[in-house]
């Protein structure tokens, strides 16, 4: 599913303009992204976590030199889903 499905969705569920709905998961999406930018989780209950997660430094490999090189720590951005969320997909979506 894409952003514009999600957005033709909305569009035909609730009879407003796709236009409308557009500038509004846009916004969304911009203030999540602007909440985790800024080290800030965003919580949405009933369906998950958006969270920054800090990975530790780390020594990797440069295979083609064969050198070891060192990989800073850094914020990755992460979703944790709700339980409910969870619980929701395991039972609708059995093993195929």
């Given amino acids: 599913m894409t952003k ?3 957005v033709a ?23 999540v992204k602007t909440s985790l930018e800024t080290g800030d989780n965003v919580y ?16 990797g490999r440069n295979i083609s030199k064969n050198t070891t090189i060192k990989i800073p720590a ?3 951005p992460a979703f944790k889903p709700a339980k409910v ?11 195929k």
């Fill in 44 to 59: 949405l209950r009933g369906f998950g976590s958006f969270i920054v997660k800090t990975r530790a430094e780390k020594t």
């Fill in 9 to 31: 969705k909305i569009a035909d569920k609730l009879g407003l303009e796709k236009g409308d709905v557009q500038a509004t998961v846009e916004s969304f999406m911009d203030e």
């Fill in 85 to 95: 969320f969870v619980e929701g997909v395991k039972t609708n979506n059995e093993a």
């Fill in 4 to 6: 514009a499905d999600i």
């Fill in 74 to 76: 850094h914020n990755i």
